[in-house]
Nanobody
Framework: QVQLVESGGGLVQAGVSLRLSCAAS????????MGWFRQAPGKQRELVAT???????NYADSVNGRFTISGDNAKKTVYLQMNSLKPEDKAGYYC????????WGQGTKVTVSS
């Protein structure tokens, strides 16, 4: 059974940093990419950043320059370093991985106070 387990969320003040981690366990036949999505209350889930095993990275415009995604292929782990957090970054952050079959983590909550 595949599991994605996120960690690192919390309550912080605007301007500080947080680092999220997502570890995949179980057998995943192939991983085209791993990434992070977020969903704020009352809004649709949106892409934050993705990374491929080869290191190709994609960011949402809203986080480009503030967030950094990285990964460890051997550990099947992906990280999201979030700097200069803003109140609008408040959301549940969800890890996603896979290829044709996609897997989701349970989410970790990030709250940013102004």
């Amino acid at each position: 059974q595949v599991q994605l387990v996120e960690s690192g969320g919390g309550l912080v003040q605007a301007g500080v940093s947080l680092r999220l981690s997502c570890a995949a366990s179980g057998f995943i036949f192939s991983i085209d990419n791993m990434g992070w999505f977020r969903q704020a209350p009352g809004k649709q889930r949106e892409l934050v950043a993705t990374i491929t095993p080869g290191g190709n990275i994609n960011y949402a415009d809203s986080v480009n320059g503030r967030f950094t995604i990285s990964g460890d292929n051997a550990k099947k782990t992906v990280y999201l370093q979030m700097n200069s957090l803003k109140p609008e970054d408040k959301a549940g952050y969800y890890c996603n991985a896979g290829s044709q079959t996609r897997y989701w983590g349970q989410g970790t909550k990030v709250t940013v106070s102004s």
